[in-house]
């Protein structure tokens, strides 16, 4: 299989994976609130959900990179296999461990260690577990509102996004349509 045409995509995705990655001095700064509290907020179903959205945001570049290379839109078949492989591929390559250290600094760096407390005690009452339990569902159903409402929209925000980018990127614009011309 020639990878060229996934070279672009790879660069966003090793970005991505960069960004996700904790920094050397999280393991300096974590504390013991956040750690329970990233082991609490990514919970199985919630740290599913969150790579799985992350993965299906990787996707997109290379489904792009795929539609252009093609000449033509990927089936809906097409699509969803290649969203399975991309969350298959992205859930062996970054472990939940990095995505726990990821949140381990961040919650460091922005709450202090009393909020941190504060929160470990919300999580763990039943109020702070159901929102643990929402949050994932909510993410989900959001995700699958704005799918279904985007589809009935497309066309129009397709045209929208077309002619604000001409507008915005004149230039641009000409060169895309001088290439296309080609």
């Known amino acids: ?82 969203n399975e492989v991309f969350l298959r591929v992205f859930k062996e390559t970054i472990p939940l461990s990095a995505y ?21 005690a919300f999580y763990r009452s039943p109020l702070g577990m159901k929102t643990l339990r929402f949050s994932s569902v909510s993410r989900e159903e959001s995700s699958a509102w704005i799918k279904r409402t985007m589809a009935g929209h497309e066309r129009e925000f397709v045209e929208r996004l077309n002619a604000e980018f001409a507008r915005e990127f004149p230039a641009l614009n000409q060169e895309l349509e001088h290439k296309q011309r080609q």
């Open 1 to 82: 299989m020639n990878m060229k045409p996934f070279s672009e995509s790879l660069v966003i995705f090793s970005l991505a994976v960069g960004l996700l990655a904790p920094t050397p001095i999280a393991g300096q700064s974590e504390s013991p609130d956040a750690r329970e509290l990233a082991s609490l907020t990514l919970s199985p179903d919630a740290s599913d959900s969150v790579i799985t959205q992350a993965a299906k945001g990787g996707a997109l570049p290379v489904k792009a990179v795929l539609e252009g290379r093609l000449g033509r839109r990927l089936t809906e078949d097409e699509s969803t296999r290649l």
């Open 100 to 120: 726990e250290a990821m949140f381990v600094d961040l919650f460091a760096r922005y709450y202090s260690p009393q909020e941190l407390k504060d929160l470990v």
